[in-house]
């Protein structure tokens, strides 16, 4: 799915907004995307780790469960679904 001229500008005025009150664009624009966690595993003690990350108008989605901390398993997906709305992957 490729993005118009338009939504790629919009994306691009999100992430700036964001960074100019330093805050993460999930929190400034929270109708935008959709963060869920899950087990990375199928191990009952397991906790909710992994993240998968959906940007709403497009339905691109993006996934991380490589760390053992939700935190950084998020920050790594939306670096992915970033590089996937701007590149068009």
């Known amino acids: 799915m490729t993005l118009s001229l338009m939504e790629e500008e919009n994306l691009r005025w ?7 009150v330093k805050m993460p664009v999930e929190v400034l624009f929270p109708k935008t995307y959709q963060v869920e966690y899950y087990r990375r595993s199928s191990l009952v003690n397991e906790t909710a780790t992994a993240c998968r990350v959906v ?4 339905g691109i989605e993006a996934r ?5 901390s939700r935190r950084y398993n998020r920050n790594k997906a939306m670096e992915r ?3 996937k709305l701007y590149h068009g992957c």
Do not use: F, T
């Not at 940007?55 to 497009?58: A, E, I, K």
């Open 14 to 20: 999100m992430d700036d907004m964001a960074a100019a």
């Open 55 to 58: 940007h709403v108008p497009s």
């Open 64 to 68: 991380s469960q490589e760390e053992g």
């Open 81 to 83: 679904l970033k590089k």
